[in-house]
């Protein structure tokens, strides 16, 4: 790949790693219209809109009595983000500080594709990952959740390879040491990369800081690409393979969705919790399994005309199975109420 310069990098999130001050208002006061997160109870969340800036993805994930959160730290769908500046930095932390919320986690652009054999669609996509890296390091989010990409009929083997140098590259423009990259399960639409587990594994081994690489797990790619968590004996055997390839303890985020569709579909369709083809039931075992106590659960799921009623229930669902004993009652097979 062509040397990108680091401060072109740079200019996306102000100079040098930190966000370069330009005029703005003033900054905005932690939010004062919710009430805290909850001080307990299991550690869930969904992914928020930062529409109007940072700060009001904390505000949205307050409303909703959510205890982590999701967001994008630019617009997904456009390569270039507006640069954070030191106000919208400060106001931010501060926010967060006063929220309560533990985890916030980034997710990076749809249009990154790291596998890409097309020399020029891999260097904007090296580029634009070292910027997600900045932008999470100048707000202080340790997490950035990211999609491997797709080789584009270049081969499995080869796109993992490709994948990982990419990374490498990102990091030598952004080395951001306090943000882990956390490689995403996949559905496995066309030739996208991470639908098994041991594409996964290719990456990280194929990286310099190993340390740096570790991994989101989403229900409905996991589910999509044909691992079973719907009974008892899948789910157990799903996690057996997942430690076995990645070692669970590299497992940092959940993506907690049901699917529209079938097991082993490959299609990317998220439903509501209890409402589609991967049932409540799978997701009663989620909550209740001690291994996974600590690591942060968010929805992704459809949110809704209002964008608020939709996420309360499915949160709601899931602190009941979090709570209900094993077994729990015939109410929750019907889902969210």
Not at 255 to 274: A, F, P, Y
Request: net charge positive; glycine share 8%; proline share 5%.
């Amino acid at each position: 790949m062509k040397k990108a310069t680091r401060k072109r990098v740079a200019r996306t999130t102000g100079a040098k790693a930190t966000p370069k001050t330009t005029p703005k208002s003033a900054p905005r006061s932690a939010p004062k219209s919710y009430p805290p997160v909850p001080a307990e109870g299991p550690l869930i969340g969904a992914h928020m809109s930062v529409a109007g800036g940072p700060v009001t993805g904390i505000e949205r994930a307050l409303a909703v009595r959510a205890r982590a959160l999701q967001i994008f730290t630019k617009n997904a769908n456009q390569w270039k983000g507006k640069p954070i500046s030191d106000e919208e930095a400060t106001a931010f932390r501060a926010a967060w500080t006063a929220s309560g919320l533990a985890p916030v986690v980034a997710h990076d652009s749809y249009l990154i594709n790291l596998a890409s054999p097309v020399g020029s669609l891999r260097e904007q996509s090296v580029e634009a990952l070292a910027d997600e890296l900045l932008r999470c390091e100048v707000l202080g989010i340790a997490f950035l959740v990211a999609h491997p990409g797709a080789h584009v009929g270049s081969g499995v083997l080869e796109g993992c390879d490709r994948a990982a140098e990419s990374i490498d590259e990102a990091r030598a423009l952004a080395p951001a040491a306090s943000v882990i990259l956390l490689l995403e399960t996949v559905a496995g639409q066309g030739t996208t990369l991470g639908r098994k587990f041991e594409e996964l594994a290719r990456m990280r081994s194929g990286v310099a800081r190993r340390d740096l690489v570790q991994f989101c797990f989403d229900t409905c790619h996991v589910h999509a690409a044909g691992y079973d968590l719907t009974t008892d004996q899948g789910y157990e055997e799903t996690f057996r393979e997942f430690d076995a390839i990645l070692g669970l303890e590299s497992l940092r985020v959940f993506h907690v969705n049901d699917s529209k569709n079938e097991r082993g579909s490959h299609v990317d369709r998220h439903e509501h919790i209890g409402k589609g083809k991967i049932g409540v039931e799978a997701f009663a075992r989620l909550m209740r399994d001690p291994r996974f106590a600590a690591v942060p659960k968010l929805l992704e799921t459809p949110k809704g005309a209002d964008g608020v009623v939709m996420d309360r229930r499915n949160l709601a669902l899931l602190r009941r199975l979090a709570e209900e004993p094993q077994g729990g009652s015939d109410k929750r097979r019907r889902g969210v109420q």
